[in-house]
């Protein structure tokens, strides 16, 4: 059993490599959504093969005219120039000097190719071409394997089955649900075709993309409409330094994150990207890196090895590697991960999630003439407020607007904090920081107007980007700060991932509990529960849905033994993909009516404190009455705990787990369960293993996860390993090779190994 929850965790840290990539994802074309047609599609737009109808659509499932396939194969040829010389020339009755697509039309029609002499493309046999009329996929295939270098001489047969036929050897059917013959293609199969086509060999032996410049092989794109050394913006930074499109176009954002051949002019300018089929994923990081591995707020945690490469945004393009960089990323950041199967092969870190220095408050209406000073007048960008790709339309009064020019995205958060406008730095007339609750929250230039319309000592709310910077003040319309309570304050979630800690004395029935906060006069911290709802109905994890309502990519996930002592947990955590409603504790919706907490039943056991369990008394006097009632105290490395009230019945000294619950006697809490381990003997140093950062065991013919925190024990003097968490298996195992392993009965981890 735990053999197989071992298989179905490494297959969703898989699929979640599968389904994130590219690493940023988003098409340039608003009308794109299947991932293939959006890298199709910005391949060709790089190319200058492609520009978008209005609105900057691609139109992917309408029909593609003959005139217009025409068009597009001189384009990927790179013979576009020539075209206009062959608009004065009459080849085709019906298409006349009127006609858009008369110069490519002609030009194709009088490119020879092959041994043979074989027109590019040909009429239909009385003068005619029909330029208007829907390509089929056999005339389609033709002149792709014309383009190739394969004329009728080697195509063989009858026409179409001949073109058919090589087509289907050579690869160029790939990825297509090949239609009939004679079958009109979309737009989104054309740009399937071309893109084969690139990375289809020439009947001369070499890659189509091989003789459209000079070729560099596995180069990571990195960043678009970054600046170059001469000035242009429109430069694409790659692993191999940052060069601008040879078409002068706005290079499409979602190529980046991809892995493949650069294709070079003589002026060192790009003229093709074409990624070579690699994934990567980008991720948002829940903690600080550690040296061997991060872990993003996906849940999956990745292994880096040392010498990985990273790139860091706003730096040269010299790469430096992971050894030098892991301690300066912390819980927030965003890395983007170039994966060679499942070995990562380069890493880009970037600054962060709001890259531009403004902000835009929302105040009515936005289009995307309002947001031009934002982007520059960029194009198809990908609108994500907290987390959730949104339209403009959706935005809501005081949500606040950055642009992130690295992944073309605009990045919206309604995040809001109610406070006492008094404590800044410098001064109140330009402030640069205002402290709120122990934080420092910076100011960005864009808020100064609207917090100069306020005095000292006024109640304002404060209007907050994704990454928690101060966009704007108001009068005060409601805090929706969201954080998890402790014993001197709170953590605040913040849209981007990270988080921050506001300080501030939190009531004892309000800690470990999720809290609404805002802040009273001298920095008096307030918080209230927060509001939240029973389960909405059962939580599908892949449509990500809770009954009818959406749920949040960035949705928080905590489990609980009783609904209010929360401990937070990865998507990864949860075994099944649909999490029945009877398991659901309770559930928080944001402004938008998603779902974006989630409180389960106990599923990993980590909330627990595991030790040796013992027996303790602890006494009571209520209204003159004394008493006493049982409890529990776990013993581990940490030494004794304080006791806990529990009516469990467990044996003294066992090895054991106990976790408490919000309710307390006299200030004692009392336990929401007790459990004891399994204990399994007979585990050797070999039976350890690790895969992508994790280790492993196998003991009594199954596999289990050995948690981070693992206890050791050694049982001839009864002393327990005090190395870090992160050194303490190693430790055990190098003291002794004869050891046992206990594990819980809920996660069915390896809690503590004992050294025999």
Known sequence: MRLKRLIASLLLAASVLALTAPAFGASSFSDVHDDATAMNADVLRLMGVVKGAGDNCYLPDENLTRAAFCAMAIRV????????????????????????????????ASISVGEGGTRLITGVGDGRFLPDVPISYAEAVTILC???????????????????????????NRGLSVPAPGSPITRAQAAQLFVNLLNTKTSAGQKYYAGLGNVTEDVLLLAVNVKDGIGHTNGIRTSRGTYIPATGVEAPAGLVGCRGAMVLNNRDEIVAFVPDGSSAVTVTLDADAQASYLRGTNGVRYSVPAATPVFREGSDDTA??????????????????????????????????????????????????????????????????????????????????????????????????????????PNPTSPRTIKVLGHDFEVLDSALDSIGKFKLGQSVTLLLTVDGK???????????????????????????????ELKGTVKENMQNRLVSVYAGKDDVLNVSTLPTYSALGEFDRT?????????????????????????????????????????????????????????????????????????????????????SNGAVVVTNSSGKKSPIITAYYFKEGCFGGAVAGARTIEGVPVAADVVTLTEIGGVRRSDFFRRN??????????????????EGYIKATGVWFTQAADKRLEAIRAFSDDM???????????????AN
Not at 150 to 162: E, F, L, S
Not at 342 to 357: D, F, Q
Not at 577 to 592: A, E, F
């Open 543 to 627: 449509a990500m849905t809770m009954g009818s309502y959406r749920v949040s990519a960035g949705v928080r996930l905590f489990e609980s033994p009783d609904g209010k002592v929360l401990s937070p947990i990865s998507m990864s955590a949860l075994e099944e993909q649909v999490i029945p409603r009877d398991q659901i504790l309770l559930c928080h919706k944001n402004r938008s009516n998603v779902v974006d907490i989630i409180v389960i039943k106990t599923v990993t056991g980590d909330n627990y404190s595991y030790g040796i369990l013992s027996k303790d008394e602890v006494e009571y006097s209520v209204g003159g009455l004394t008493g």
């Open 470 to 500: 101060v966009a704007g003040m108001v009068q005060p319309v409601g805090s929706n700060m969201i954080a998890m309570a402790g014993s001197d304050g709170v953590t605040v979630w913040l849209p981007n991932g990270g988080a921050i």
């Open 693 to 710: 950062g994790v280790w492993y065991v196998t003991a009594g013919g199954t596999t289990y996860e050995v948690a981070e925190a693992v």
């Open 146 to 172: 014309r383009m190739l270098g394969y004329g009728d001489d080697k195509a063989g047969g009858v026409w179409p089955d001949g073109y058919v036929k090589l087509a289907g050897s050579l690869g160029l």
């Open 77 to 108: 040829m790179g013979r576009e120039a020539e075209a206009d010389g062959y608009k004065n020339r009459t080849i085709f009755s019906d298409v006349t000097a009127r006609h858009w697509g008369r110069g490519y039309v002609n030009l194709a």
């Open 320 to 425: 430096v590697t992971y050894a030098e960089v892991w301690m300066e990323l912390g819980s927030g950041d965003r890395v983007t991960l170039y994966l060679d199967g499942s070995r990562i092969v380069g890493m880009y870190c970037s600054a962060g999630t709001a890259a531009s220095a403004e902000a835009f408050v929302v105040s009515g209406t936005v289009t995307s003439t309002s947001l031009l000073h934002l982007t520059g007048g960029a194009e198809g960008y990908t609108v994500l407020k907290n987390g959730d790709a949104v339209r403009l339309s959706d935005l809501k009064i005081n949500d606040v607007v950055t642009y992130d020019a690295v992944s073309n995205t605009l990045l919206v958060s309604d995040l809001r904090l109610n406070c006492v406008y008094e404590q800044v730095d």
């Open 740 to 754: 046992t392993v206990c594990v819980d009965p809920i996660g069915q981890k390896v809690r503590i190994i004992v």
